[in-house]
């Protein structure tokens, strides 16, 4: 027999035990499921310290980050072969 939402009139579905899954409304007594007792609780110890993990970096961050050495490396090397270790490339190859 379906059963329908008080408050929203949606019908109900097989998880929908407690509260409406459309309107969140509590559901009366009667219209509770009842296979409603197979609720899983998670339990958490206090005292217990859980594992500190870092933050994930997302795999493109990790390759955004990687290409942004590369460029700078680039960059860098581009600017010490032509700013100190052939200053008069320029002058010798374009004659100015
Ligand atoms: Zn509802």
Request: a positive charge; glycine letters at 4%; one cysteine or more.
């Amino acid at each position: 027999m379906p059963k329908n939402c008080p408050n929203c009139h949606v019908k109900l579905e097989s998880h929908d035990h407690y509260f409406c899954s459309s309107c969140s409304a509590k559901l009366p007594p009667d219209l509770i499921s009842p296979d409603s007792t197979s609720v899983r609780v998670k339990v958490f110890q206090p005292g217990l310290k859980q594992p500190r993990t870092l933050p994930k970096i997302p795999v493109f961050g990790k390759i955004a980050v990687q290409c942004l050495g590369v460029i700078s490396l680039a960059a860098l090397i581009y600017l010490v072969v032509t700013e100190y270790l052939m200053p008069n490339t320029e002058r010798i190859l374009f004659g100015s």
